[in-house]
């Protein structure tokens, strides 16, 4: 289990590229859930579609997409250098929006369904008597939909920690900037004798995912058995 230096730091880079990506993706797709499973307005079909394309497109098709529309010489991507200076493509801030992107259907998928299970007459109930939309959102739906977010918040974890396609094709494999467990274990595949090291990477990459998981359901049962408890 022991890894070399370009080990470390692609084990420590994919760690920070999934803790940022579910971080920054999570109040977004609580948002978005929860328009797909509260609200009917126009455009919902188109909303609902983008937001599972990356499920659907080849994931190198989506890196592509990524490079032209924020590279240094793409319109996003230009307006973010110049405005803030800050750039997306071949750098680490790339593979955490490539992180995003490609697990957001996941996660926005998990907490739309707990939304759905939770009975819309109990976020009624709370309206008629006088409170607003924030209040019953906050107090009645967020707390019965917690193991929802857990679960999409650890499936876009587990999604950032594995994603290769998009990230190599939008930022490349530079190791120390942008390489990441998958690309590393890509690069030690091409090259004569790099098994050894890439069968530890495996292993801390099932490693990581396996604690995810586990934490997640730790966790989940803890804010059932809470629920249960009020």
Not at 86 to 100: P, S
């Amino acid at each position: 289990m022991m890894l070399d230096a370009a080990g470390w730091e692609a084990l420590r880079l994919s760690l920070l590229v999934g803790v940022v990506a579910t971080g920054l993706a999570l109040p977004l797709a609580i948002w978005v859930a929860w328009l797909l499973a509260r609200r009917d307005f126009w455009g919902k079909a188109v909303l609902n579609a983008l937001v599972h394309l990356p499920l659907v497109l080849p994931p190198v098709v989506t890196g592509y997409l990524l490079l032209i529309a924020f590279g240094r010489t793409g319109p996003i991507g230009r307006f973010l250098e110049q405005t803030f200076g800050l750039v997306l493509a071949f750098r680490w801030t790339g593979a955490v929006l490539a992180a995003i992107v490609m697990g957001f259907p996941l996660m926005v998928r998990a907490i739309r369904l707990a939304i759905e299970a939770v009975d819309p007459k109990i976020e009624e109930a709370a309206a008629t008597l006088g409170a607003p939309g924030w209040a019953v959102f906050s107090t009645i739906t967020l707390p019965l939909i917690l193991p929802g977010i857990l679960a999409g918040g650890v499936m876009g974890f587990a999604k950032a920690i594995g994603e290769f396609g998009a990230t190599i094709t939008f930022v490349a494999n530079i190791p120390g900037e942008t390489q990441t467990l998958p690309s590393a274990i890509y690069a030690l595949l091409q090259v004569p004798g790099g098994e050894a090291d890439a069968v530890r990477l495996v292993l801390w990459a099932c490693v990581l995912a396996l604690s995810a998981v586990v934490i997640s359901e730790w966790l989940a049962r803890r804010v059932a058995a809470q629920i249960a408890g009020t």
